[in-house]
T-cell receptor
Framework: GAVVSQHPSRVICKSGTSVKIECRSL??????MFWYRQFPKQSLMLMAT?????????EQGVEKDKFLINHASLTLSTLTVTSAHPEDSSFYIC???????????FGDGTRLSIL | RKEVEQDPGPFNVPEGATVAFNCTYS??????FFWYRQDCRKEPKLLMS???SGNEDGRFTAQLNRASQYISLLIRDSKLSDSATYLC????????????FGKGTKLSVIP
């Protein structure tokens, strides 16, 4: 089956640090990748949708300058949380699809803790 | 009204019990529906799609009522390994795969 790898799985860092999370589709080419965030006891919320070679489309309320998304190849998308603060602590999950209207395959998630 | 609403639970049931989860969605134009399972601190995994005619996969039965904008999941003969959070997921429109997740219903199956 389709495999999506997300790295790192756990990050603990100081406030003000920028953190990069990678999402890779290992055995298929993903035209579209999605980034979600999940706070404790909350539902997964879509942050942004990225298509390879294009700028990401951000959901309302998500700061594009704070959450930088790069989808430079068909197998890799990165999310960089710039100048992270404690309120950015969350579970970040990516998913990848061959195309936007195809089933999504989820990565393992990254648990981010900002001290 | 939230886009996808679920009873958060927790549902604590003994092994072998039958348990049902409900979900309502607000967008009447929604096209696709799914149940996902999420274990603690893990990514969500697709459990099953939900079709208008209702569908069954082993011990799991999913039903959709478009008129009432209501989705259900029935688990029969609960196993300890069924303990997880069950997420109701809706896709808002045709040609899109933007998933809208409910908060999830937590199930604990007790020995």
């Amino acid at each position: 089956g389709a495999v999506v790898s997300q790295h790192p799985s756990r990050v603990i860092c100081k406030s003000g640090t920028s953190v990069k999370i990678e999402c890779r589709s290992l055995d298929f080419q993903a035209t579209t990748m999605f980034w979600y965030r999940q706070f404790p006891k909350q539902s997964l919320m879509l942050m942004a949708t990225s298509n390879e070679g294009s700028k990401a489309t951000y959901e309302q309320g998500v700061e594009k300058d704070k959450f930088l998304i790069n989808h430079a190849s068909l197998t890799l998308s990165t999310l960089t949380v710039t100048s992270a603060h404690p309120e950015d602590s969350s579970f970040y999950i990516c998913s990848a699809a061959i195309q936007g209207d195809q089933p999504q395959h989820f990565g393992d998630g990254t648990r981010l803790s900002i001290l | 009204r939230k886009e996808v609403e679920q009873d958060p639970g927790p549902f604590n049931v003994p092994e072998g019990a039958t348990v049902a989860f409900n979900c309502t969605y607000s967008n009447s134009a929604s096209q696709s529906f799914f149940w996902y399972r999420q274990d603690c601190r893990k990514e969500p995994k697709l459990l099953m799609s939900v079709y208008s005619s209702g569908n069954e996969d082993g011990r799991f039965t999913a039903q959709l009522n478009r008129a009432s904008q209501y989705i259900s999941l029935l688990i029969r003969d609960s196993k300890l390994s069924d303990s997880a959070t069950y997420l109701c997921v809706v896709v808002p429109g045709a040609g899109s795969y933007q998933l809208t997740f409910g908060k999830g219903t937590k199930l604990s199956v007790i020995p």
